[in-house]
T-cell receptor
Framework: SQQGEEDPQALSIQEGENATMNCSYKTSINNLQWYRQNSGRGLVHLILIRSNEREKHSGRLRVTLDTSKKSSSLLITASRAADTASYFCATDRAGGTSYGKLTFGQGTILTVHP | EAGVAQSPRYKIIEKRQSVAFWCNPISGHATLYWYQQILGQGPKLLIQFQNNGVVDDSQLPKDRFSAERLKGVDSTLKIQPAKLEDSAVYLC????????????????FGPGTRLTVL
C-alpha cells in the first residue's frame, strides 16, 4: 500500500511563481526522499531529509519535515517551464526487516506555464 | 558514469504470453530494485536484491512473476503468464549497499520498460 500521500494531486502555476507540494505518511521513518519524473522517463532523485532534520535546501528546492505531524513539504522557488513533471515523496520506514526500501506516494503533477 | 540500463523500452504482448525485462545497474551498486508503476500511481516495489540475494519480495505476485540476479550484477524480471492488469511501466533502480537507517539510500532509476498487455 502507498504510505505517502501527496497534496495537491495537480498544481498549475506560471513561470517564476513558487510551487509547494505536501506529503503525509503513516509510520516512523529513517528518511524521506523526493523524486521527479518527467513524462515517459525514470525517476530522478532530488533531495533526502533524515528523520532528525527539520529543513534542507538544494538550489531552488527547500524541503521541510515534521515528524510529529508525519508530514513533509517540497518548495520549488522561481519555477521554470522545465520543472514541469510529476513529483513523488518516498519514505524509508524505520524498523522492519528490509532496509533502503522506499514506499512512494501517488505523486503531484506540476505544470509550469511559460 | 553510466546510468541504469533497461531493455526493452517498450513491449506489447497478448494476455497469457510471457515477457522478460532486463536491467543493468550502475557499476558497484550492490542493491537492485524492481518497481511496477501503473499509470497515474507511484512506483510499487516488487523485489529488492542485495548482491544476488533477495532482501524483500513481499509484494511480488509469485504465481506469475519471477526475478533473478545472477552474479550480483544484471537482473531479469519475468512475467508468465501475463494478465491485462500487468500493463504498467517496470522500473529498475540501484543504490549503493543499503543499510538500515543510512542517510545515503538514494536510488538511481533506469528509463523503464512500458508493458502493454492486450
Amino acid at each position: 500500500s502507498q504510505q505517502g500521500e501527496e497534496d495537491p494531486q495537480a498544481l498549475s502555476i506560471q513561470e517564476g511563481e513558487n510551487a509547494t507540494m505536501n506529503c503525509s505518511y503513516k509510520t516512523s521513518i529513517n528518511n524521506l526522499q523526493w523524486y521527479r519524473q518527467n513524462s515517459g522517463r525514470g525517476l530522478v532523485h532530488l533531495i533526502l531529509i533524515r528523520s532528525n532534520e527539520r529543513e534542507k535546501h538544494s538550489g531552488r528546492l527547500r524541503v521541510t519535515l515534521d515528524t510529529s505531524k508525519k508530514s513533509s513539504s517540497l518548495l520549488i522557488t522561481a519555477s521554470r517551464a522545465a520543472d514541469t513533471a510529476s513529483y513523488f515523496c518516498a519514505t524509508d520506514r524505520a524498523g522492519g526487516t528490509s532496509y533502503g526500501k522506499l514506499t512512494f506516494g501517488q505523486g503531484t503533477i506540476l505544470t509550469v506555464h511559460p | 558514469e553510466a546510468g541504469v540500463a533497461q531493455s526493452p523500452r517498450y513491449k506489447i504482448i497478448e494476455k497469457r504470453q510471457s515477457v522478460a525485462f532486463w536491467c543493468n545497474p550502475i557499476s558497484g551498486h550492490a542493491t537492485l530494485y524492481w518497481y511496477q508503476q501503473i499509470l497515474g500511481q507511484g512506483p510499487k516495489l516488487l523485489i529488492q536484491f542485495q548482491n544476488n540475494g533477495v532482501v524483500d519480495d513481499s509484494q511480488l505476485p509469485k504465481d506469475r512473476f519471477s526475478a533473478e540476479r545472477l552474479k550480483g550484477v544484471d537482473s531479469t524480471l519475468k512475467i508468465q503468464p501475463a494478465k491485462l492488469e500487468d500493463s504498467a511501466v517496470y522500473l529498475c533502480a540501484s543504490s549503493l549497499v543499503a543499510q538500515r537507517g543510512a542517510s545515503y539510500n538514494e536510488q538511481f532509476f533506469g528509463p523503464g520498460t512500458r508493458l502493454t498487455v492486450l
